[in-house]
Nanobody, 125 residues
Framework: QVQLVQSGGGSVQAGGSLRLSCVVF????????MCWFRQAPVKEREGVAR????????YYADSVKGRFTISQDNAKNTLYLQMNRLKAEETAMYYC??????????????????WGQGKQVTVSS
């Protein structure tokens, strides 16, 4: 069964950086869209960044533009999220997700069927 396995994250002081990874495991898998979401306690899950894996086009939530970078290493079947100048309010559980064609619709949680297990990011102020 295809699955997404996340690593990275952790704790950092405000202004610091963290990196998340998401590895695709499975006998066969192909998706032209991968996305990072986050969810803080009592808040709605929100999209952070998404990427068209074939062409590399990227899109970011306004709140993270200029600070976060989504990227991929196709040879390693790995998706990354580099998070710089982190803010305390960005403390959340971060999830990667994959779904063919889902990038066409923006950050819509319900459009994604394949999810990583989530990794905590804690930013101390």
């Amino acid at each position: 069964q295809v699955q997404l396995v996340q690593s990275g994250g952790g704790s950092v002081q405000a202004g610091g950086s963290l990196r998340l990874s998401c590895v695709v495991f499975g006998y066969i898998y192909s998706s032209d869209c991968m996305c990072w979401f986050r969810q803080a306690p009592v808040k709605e899950r929100e999209g952070v960044a998404r990427i068209y894996t074939s062409g590399g086009s990227t899109y970011y939530a306004d709140s993270v533009k200029g600070r976060f970078t989504i990227s991929q290493d196709n040879a390693k079947n790995t998706l990354y999220l580099q998070m710089n100048r982190l803010k305390a309010e960005e403390t959340a559980m971060y999830y990667c997700a994959a779904e063919p064609h889902a990038c066409d619709y923006g950050f819509i949680q319900a459009a994604f069927r394949l999810w990583g297990q989530g990794k905590q990011v804690t930013v101390s102020s």
